[in-house]
């Protein structure tokens, strides 16, 4: 039996039962809108390649401050028209007022968004965070917003009630493996607002980008311990770019282990050679921490791919996720020599 035959241990059971094909990891990925005209082909064509790995749904950014409220619309509307993804659009409470805010929800609901990921935003770049003097000052006022509006529009028309029954509204939340390092929270704290956010009405949430096993498991254990029930789905960022996982690093405040950069930094940049093994040994980091979550319980993976489609695609394909594979989670084969050989000079 083939690696990718063995079944998952946490998917015995819906092997047993006939159920493989259904219960497996979920895959998803982040997108965010083009920033300029020019960059729309080149996002497209990075939309298509994702398709190809049968994602369970994608979601689509929020600029700060509502700054790509426009553009956001504008790609979810276009992967709904376009394709068969299912987007979840990204929603933020920065710079907005609640009737604002709801106002925006009904426009992506008319356009037949049905899922959001309910966040209380990053500050603008030049400012700290505070709530709109009208707005909503948490994520879980956001999720109790989103709810209340689907509310009104069920019982203000049958035609919406029957649609919310065959769809019905699915909200998401942010979740910090390490603590908020944006609103200096601790992960006790930020569980406890994990807490609230489920109270209010999400349904799942995401992490936040870690690079050790432990962050996740640690902080699904206190979840739970919390009496937090929702899925929690680790969001993983492909290890392959040691300049973009410092750039993530000083957005997000979480640091790349060292044991990481070391290992990327120690190949030439200006080889091309070099920069393959560099790619395959910063996949093959990625492929441990997802069998390493997936082991751990989680119930797939969501993967940041900064519109690349490349080291995502890499990576769900060395960990047996990939658009040809069934999904049942299997461990994959230990890696040829040179895919992991660092240079030592």
């Known amino acids: 039996m083939s690696s990718r035959d063995t079944p998952h241990p946490l998917d015995a059971h819906a092997v047993a039962d006939g159920l493989g094909a259904v219960d497996r990891p979920t895959v998803s990925f982040e997108l965010f809108p083009p920033r300029n005209p020019d960059a ?97 000052p948490t994520a879980s006022a956001l999720v109790a917003l989103l709810r209340d509006v689907e509310r009104r529009r069920c019982a203000s028309s049958p035609a919406q009630a029957v649609r919310a029954a065959t769809r019905p509204l699915s909200v998401a939340v942010a979740a910090f493996p390490r603590g908020n390092a944006g609103s200096g929270s601790s992960r006790e704290q930020d569980v406890a607002a994990l807490l609230a956010k489920q109270q209010a009405g999400a349904d799942f949430a995401i992490t936040q980008v870690f690079y050790d096993v432990a962050d996740y498991c640690e902080l699904v254990a206190l979840a739970r311990d919390a009496g937090v029930t929702i899925p929690v789905v680790p969001g993983i960022i492909p290890t392959t770019d040691p300049a973009r996982l410092r750039r993530v690093a000083q957005l997000t405040g979480v640091p790349v282990p060292q044991r990481v950069l070391d290992v990327l930094d120690a190949f030439d940049a200006d080889e091309p050679a070099d920069v393959a093994r560099r790619h395959r040994a910063g996949t093959r980091m990625g492929v441990d921490l997802v069998n390493g979550v997936l082991d751990g319980g989680a119930p797939g993976v969501h993967l940041y791919t900064f519109n690349t489609h490349g080291p995502a695609l890499d990576l769900l394909d060395g960990a047996g996720l990939g658009g040809d594979a069934p999904r049942a989670h299997s461990r994959v084969t230990p890696a040829a020599p040179d895919l992991l050989t660092v240079p030592t000079t």
């Open 40 to 136: 729309a082909p080149r996002l497209w064509a990075t939309v298509q390649e994702l398709a190809a790995a049968r994602p369970d749904f994608v979601s689509v950014t929020y600029g700060a401050s509502g700054s790509t409220r426009t553009t956001t619309r504008q790609l979810v509307r276009r992967l709904l028209r376009e394709t068969s993804l299912t987007p979840i659009a990204h929603l933020t409470c920065v710079a907005a007022s609640a009737d604002d805010l709801a106002r925006t929800v009904e426009e992506f609901l008319d356009e037949g968004v049905r899922s959001f990921l309910a966040l209380r935003g990053d500050p603008p770049a030049d400012g700290s965070w505070a709530p709109h003097p009208e707005g909503l």
